[in-house]
C-alpha cells in the first residue's frame, strides 16, 4: 500500500470509529478513570527512532488515551458546562486543519475573514450592539475576557493610574476574569468580590459602597464585569443597574457571557438577557452552548476604534483613514497573531443546522432542567438551593436532623459514589457555604430518559449513603 493509500484508509477508519461511539455513547460511560497501571503504560510510550505504521498509533490513542477521563459529550454528563458538541463541528475542525489557513491575516484568507466579520456581526447583533461594534474568534471565554479587559483598561485609564486601576466583579463571577485581570497587572487588592443576592446575582447597593470607597481611598474604579449565565447558577446579574452605576461613575461593563449569551439565540428565553446590548465588552464561548469543539469563543466590542487603540501595531493610521475596514486585519483586534480561522466550525454548524433548531435545542435545555426541578421538588429529601436558571438546577439532599457539615458529606458522598459507578456525570458546587448538587443540562441528548437514569442513581446513592449515617 502506497502512504496515501495507508492514510486515506487510516482516516475512514478513524471517522467510522468516532461516529459509531458517538451513535452509542448512552451505553458508554461517563466517566472512565485511570488506574496507576494503565497511566504508568501510557507514560512509557517511547518516542523512539524509526516510525510505527499509523493504524496502530491511532488504535493506541483510542483505546489507551482517549478511553479515559471525564466525557463531557456524553448525555449523563452533567458537571461543568459539558461539552455537546456536534459533529458538524468535529468536521469543521477538519475542514479547517486541513486547509490550515493563517488566521491573523484578513489578505491569507479574504473570503473565510468575510465570513469571520458577517458571523461576528450576526452575533453582535443578536446581543443588540449597534453599528460600528466588532468582534472576534478567539480560543475561550478566559481569553475572550482578557482581551476584553485590557481595553477597558486602556480606554477609561490613563497609563499613569494603571496602578490604581480597580475592578469589580462579583462573588460568582468566573474566575478567569480575575486571572485576566492579574494579567492585566490589577492586583488581588484592587480586585473587588460584590456580595450576591439570595439569587446569586450581584448586589447593587454593596457595588456603589464598594465604588465609593475605593474611590475615597484614592483608587480609580473603572470596570465592572457583570455575567450573564454564572457557572455555578446560569444567574445573570442587574445588566441596566450595572450601565447606570458605570455611566454615573466613568466605568467600562463588560459582560462575562461565555456559557449564558447562546441563550440569545432562544426566541423564548432572550429577553432574560436584556441589557446585554449595555455592555462596552462581551464574552461569548461557541464550545460551551453553541455544540462546538473546545477552542471556539469570541470576544464583541460596541466600539472597534477601541479595540484598535489596544491592538492595532499602528492605531494612529488605522484612525488617519477613518477606520476604512479593508485595512483591519484580526491581528488589529485581538491579542493573537498565528490562529486557526476557528470561525469556520461555527459558521458551517449554523448553516447545516439551521438558526431554527440552535433556538430549539437552546430551549428545550432550559425547559429540561425547569422540569428536573419540579421533578425534584416532589421529593421530600431534596431541597432546591438554586432554581433552574439557564439550564442549570443547585440542589441538595437533606434528612431531617443531619447537621449543616453532615449535610456536606452526605451531598459530597452522594456525588462522588454516582460518579463512580462511571454512569453519570453529577459534581458538587458550593453556594454560600453549602455543599450542593449542581446539574447543567445542556447536552441536546440528555433526554428525558437519560434525566431520568441519572435522578435514578442519585437516589440510590442517597439511600445508600443515608444508610451509613444512622446509629
Ligand atoms: C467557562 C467559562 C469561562 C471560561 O471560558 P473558557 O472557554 O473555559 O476559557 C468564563 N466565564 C464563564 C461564565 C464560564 O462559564
Not at 465604588?211 to 454564572?230: Q, R
Request: net charge negative; with cysteine; hydrophobic share 40%.
Amino acid at each position: 500500500m502506497t502512504e496515501n493509500d495507508q492514510l486515506r484508509e487510516a482516516t475512514r477508519d478513524l471517522v467510522e470509529f468516532v461516529l459509531d461511539r458517538r451513535e452509542n455513547i448512552s451505553k458508554d460511560k461517563a466517566i472512565r478513570p485511570i488506574n496507576k497501571e494503565q497511566l504508568e503504560k501510557v507514560e512509557s510510550i517511547p518516542f523512539q527512532g524509526p516510525g510505527r505504521e499509523l493504524p496502530e498509533v491511532l488504535e493506541e490513542a483510542e483505546h489507551e488515551i482517549f478511553a479515559y477521563g471525564n466525557d463531557c459529550a456524553h448525555p449523563r454528563f452533567f458537571g461543568f458546562v459539558p461539552g455537546p458538541a456536534s459533529p458538524l463541528s468535529w468536521l469543521g475542525d477538519f475542514l479547517i486543519a486541513s486547509y490550515n489557513r493563517h488566521g491573523g491575516a484578513g489578505f491569507n484568507q479574504p473570503a473565510v475573514w468575510a465570513i469571520e466579520k458577517k458571523l461576528i456581526r450576526f452575533l453582535a447583533n443578536k446581543a443588540g450592539y449597534p453599528e460600528g461594534s466588532s468582534g472576534l474568534f478567539v480560543s475561550g471565554g478566559s481569553m475572550a475576557n482578557l482581551t476584553a479587559v485590557t481595553v477597558a483598561r486602556d480606554t477609561i485609564l490613563k497609563e499613569e493610574e494603571f496602578a490604581i486601576g480597580t475592578a469589580y466583579v462579583s462573588e460568582q463571577t468566573h474566575s478567569s476574569v480575575e486571572k485576566g485581570l492579574r494579567v492585566i497587572g490589577i492586583s488581588r487588592d484592587r480586585i473587588r468580590k460584590v456580595p450576591t443576592d439570595k439569587d446569586f446575582k450581584m448586589d447593587m447597593e454593596a457595588l456603589e459602597k464598594a465604588i465609593k470607597e475605593d474611590e475615597a481611598k484614592g483608587l480609580k474604579p473603572f470596570l465592572v464585569i457583570a455575567t450573564v449565565g454564572t457557572t455555578n447558577t446560569g444567574s445573570i446579574d442587574p445588566l441596566k443597574e450595572i450601565r447606570t452605576i458605570c455611566d454615573d461613575n466613568g466605568m467600562w461593563m463588560h459582560i462575562d457571557g461565555a456559557y449564558g449569551a447562546s441563550a440569545l439565540l432562544s426566541s423564548e428565553y432572550r429577553h432574560e438577557l436584556e441589557g446585554t446590548e449595555l455592555s462596552d465588552s462581551l464574552a461569548w464561548d461557541g464550545h460551551k452552548w453553541l455544540y462546538q469543539t473546545n477552542g471556539c469563543g469570541m470576544v464583541f466590542f460596541r466600539d472597534q476604534m477601541q479595540a484598535l487603540n489596544s491592538y492595532a501595531v499602528h492605531p494612529e493610521y488605522l484612525k488617519d483613514l477613518e477606520v476604512d475596514d479593508s485595512l483591519i486585519n484580526p491581528w488589529d483586534l485581538g491579542i493573537e497573531l498565528t490562529r486557526p480561522v476557528r470561525c469556520m466550525k461555527l459558521w458551517l454548524t449554523m448553516q447545516v443546522m439551521g438558526l431554527d433548531l440552535i433556538d430549539e435545542k437552546i430551549t428545550r435545555s432550559i425547559n429540561r432542567a425547569k422540569e428536573v426541578e419540579r421533578i425534584l421538588r416532589e421529593n421530600p429529601n431534596i431541597q432546591i438551593v438554586s432554581e433552574a436558571k439557564l439550564a442549570i438546577v443547585n440542589f441538595r439532599y437533606v434528612v431531617k436532623g443531619m447537621k449543616e457539615k453532615e449535610l456536606d458529606r452526605l451531598n459530597s458522598d452522594i456525588s462522588a459514589m454516582a460518579n463512580a459507578t462511571g454512569e453519570v456525570g453529577v459534581f458538587t458546587t458550593e453556594l454560600k457555604g453549602k455543599k450542593v448538587l449542581r446539574m447543567c443540562i445542556i447536552n441536546p441528548d440528555a433526554d428525558e430518559k437519560e434525566l431520568e437514569t441519572t435522578l435514578g442513581i442519585l437516589q440510590e446513592q442517597f439511600e445508600k449513603a443515608r444508610k451509613r449515617y444512622r446509629k
